[in-house]
């Protein structure tokens, strides 16, 4: 069964530096998620993209976070200078096209903990 | 802003029983809705779905049922096993381009043998 992956599955940061989550989305899926999930709360929508541009953004996804597709496979979440707080399992998701019934696929997850 | 509730943080249910999940919602435009379960260090799996046009869909062991008028949900599991012990997430989207979903806090289901 087709699946999303995600590397790395773990990361440790220093404050302030840059990290990079990987994510291969299903091939024939057109529009890609990243959500969050900080310890012990729910999941939380950050952003969607479709068409090689951001479709929406939470109010959490600030001027530190970027998201790229540099090829055809892969989709990126950047996050310039992480915080403490940033701290959370980073899902990607992704779905086949719009409107009802499209079911949105997590991956396994990457775990980043800031220090 | 809670737009998704679920309003029990843990059930449990002997095995071969029925578990019922609820799920509460105030965003009346929401119009697609999903259950997810969800291990430890993993990222949610989708379970089943439906549509504010419907109030009821099966797969199997798994039933959605929906009542819009009073803006709740349920995931019912007959007969519960074991294996279905984990975080279970009532999801919820307003159809569109996005269609991002809005989750609940989770449900933790444990099935005692």
């Known amino acids: 069964e087709p699946e999303v992956t995600q590397t790395p599955s773990h990361q440790v940061t220093q404050m302030g530096q840059e990290v990079i989550l990987r994510c291969v989305p299903i091939s024939n899926h057109l529009y890609f998620y990243w959500y969050r999930q900080i310890l012990g709360q729910k999941v939380e929508f950050l952003v969607s993209f479709y068409n090689n541009e951001i479709s929406e953004k939470s109010e959490i996804f600030d001027d530190q976070f970027s998201v790229e597709r540099p090829d055809g496979s892969n989709f990126t979440l950047k996050i310039r200078s992480t915080k403490l707080e940033d701290s959370a399992m980073y899902f990607c998701a992704s779905r086949t096209g719009r409107g009802l019934g499209n079911t949105i696929y997590f991956g396994e997850g990457s775990w980043l903990t800031v220090v | 802003d809670q737009q998704v509730k679920q309003n029990s943080p843990s059930l449990s249910v002997q095995e071969g029983r029925i578990s019922i999940l609820n799920c509460d919602y105030t965003?009346?435009?929401?119009?697609?809705f999903l259950w997810y379960k969800k291990y430890p260090a993993e990222g949610p799996t989708f379970l089943i779905s439906?549509?504010?046009?419907?109030d009821k869909n099966e797969d199997g062991r798994f039933t959605v049922f929906l009542n819009k008028s009073a803006k709740h949900l349920s995931l019912h599991i007959v007969p519960s096993q074991p294996g279905d012990s984990a975080v279970y997430f009532c999801?919820?989207?307003?159809?569109?381009?996005?269609?991002?979903?809005?989750f609940g806090t989770g449900t933790l289901l444990a099935v005692q043998p």
């Open positions: 439906i549509s504010s046009i419907k």
């Open positions: 965003n009346s435009m929401f119009d697609y």
């Open positions: 999801a919820a989207s307003v159809g569109g381009a996005t269609n991002k979903l809005i």
